[in-house]
């Protein structure tokens, strides 16, 4: 039975939490960053400088461009499989502070592709990673490889094809990121196909910085089984109910919304609209140190800017696991730690 204790920040913190939409590349913190740095021997006076005037913004960027720009920076400064390496302990071992067990990172297999790097040295250095935390630290992780939408369709059947070679090693989706407008989705409907042949999981980013047609197409075009954003949702009630009659999740990032300016205000964030429409909601927090956010930070500031029960709370802790791409059986672990610590 789920407590009525009155709802307090430990109580949150303490419950076992479930993350569906976290980039690797964009979870690398200041710390880290200097850490890169000094592994190659440099003074990391550029790093320094741009940690400095991500700051001083606030993590609030002008437009989804610049933020693309600020990723970039970052996705650059993973150079070899080694660096990636790092960056998915430091992400394994702040993720698991935050009482996570279960996580989907998402790889922007894309961008290393971009790079001309060895995706498969890379990903073999991130899939260590995730192994070591997972004995260490008690972290599940799963993969997501992520495609850029603008870069076209036989960009994103490269990274299909990666993935497809992985799955039985740790990568459980495909999924698409970028820019909405220059990559509609009617572009990738055989990409998608060739993704469930290959037995993959289908997620697509939609309804971020488009409309809500974005979500729809990705849904009726795509098959995605999960929405990444899906904000633009919000605005269309039938939409909305297609979302919660066909079960389609959406992973929501709010503290990200805000960053980016497509919603004004934390509180301003529609999570309400979503809830009483049936939709099943999960929190996250996409690139937490270019948004300055966190998991943990994101189930508190929601708590106290919507002002939600306990069982409000611990029903969005469940509604990740419920959306993970997971064996029922691991599922049903997940959701018994979630009520027994809820429970205390």
Same mark, same amino acid.
């Given at each position: ?25 964009? *979870? ?20 320094? =400088? ?15 461009? $610049? ?51 060895? %995706?498969?040295?890379?990903? #073999? ?8 935390? #997972?004995?260490?630290?008690? @972290? ?23 993935? !497809?070679?992985?799955? *039985?090693? !740790? ?8 820019? $909405? #407008?220059? !990559?509609?989705? $009617? ?11 290959? !037995? &993959? ?6 309804? $971020? ?21 899906? &904000?633009?949702?919000?605005? *269309?009630? =039938? ?16 503290? *990200? ?9 934390? #509180? ?6 979503? %809830? ?13 140190? @270019? ?16 002002? &939600? ?16 791409? &997971?064996?029922?059986?691991? =599922? ?13």
């Amino acid at each position: 039975m789920i407590s009525n204790e009155p709802l307090a920040d430990e109580s949150v913190c303490r419950l076992p939490k479930v993350e569906l939409h976290v980039h690797l590349e964009g *979870s690398v913190q200041p710390e880290t960053m200097r850490e890169l740095s000094r592994m190659r021997g440099r003074v990391g006076r550029d790093v320094d =400088k741009w940690i400095r005037q991500q700051q001083q913004r606030g993590y609030h960027y002008a437009s989804f461009m $610049e933020f693309v720009e600020a990723f970039k920076f970052v996705a650059v400064l993973l150079e070899r499989p080694q660096d990636y390496g790092v960056a998915a302990a430091r992400l394994m071992e702040w993720l698991a502070a935050q009482n996570v067990k279960y996580a989907e990172v998402t790889l922007s297999a894309g961008v290393v592709l971009w790079k001309r790097q060895p %995706l498969d040295a890379v990903y #073999e250095a991130v899939r260590e990673a995730s192994l070591e935390a #997972e004995a260490r630290l008690g @972290l599940r992780v799963n993969w997501i490889f992520d495609a850029v939408r603008q870069f076209g369709a036989e960009h994103a059947r490269q990274v299909v094809r990666w993935a !497809g070679r992985y799955n *039985s090693q !740790g990568v459980v989706a495909f999924g698409l990121g970028g820019d $909405e #407008e220059r !990559g509609p989705a $009617e572009l990738f409907r055989d990409v998608y196909r060739e993704a469930r042949d290959l !037995g &993959l999981h289908c997620v697509a980013h939609a309804g $971020e910085t488009a409309g809500p047609e974005s979500v729809r197409q990705a849904v009726e075009l795509l098959g995605a089984e999960r929405i990444g954003h899906g &904000l633009a949702a919000a605005r *269309s009630p =039938k939409l909305s109910a297609l979302l919660r009659d066909r079960q389609i999740p959406l992973e929501a990032c709010p503290t *990200s919304n805000v960053a980016m300016g497509l919603v004004p205000r934390f #509180e301003d964030y529609p999570l309400h609209v979503f %809830l009483e429409a049936g939709v099943l909601l999960t929190l996250n927090s996409d690139d937490p140190a @270019l948004f300055g956010s966190s998991i943990e930070r994101e189930f508190l500031q929601a708590a106290r800017s919507f002002g &939600l029960s306990w069982q409000q709370v611990v029903q969005l802790c469940e509604n990740a696991v419920r959306a993970a791409f &997971l064996p029922a059986e691991e =599922k049903q672990s997940l959701l018994a730690g979630i009520r027994e610590a809820a429970a205390i």
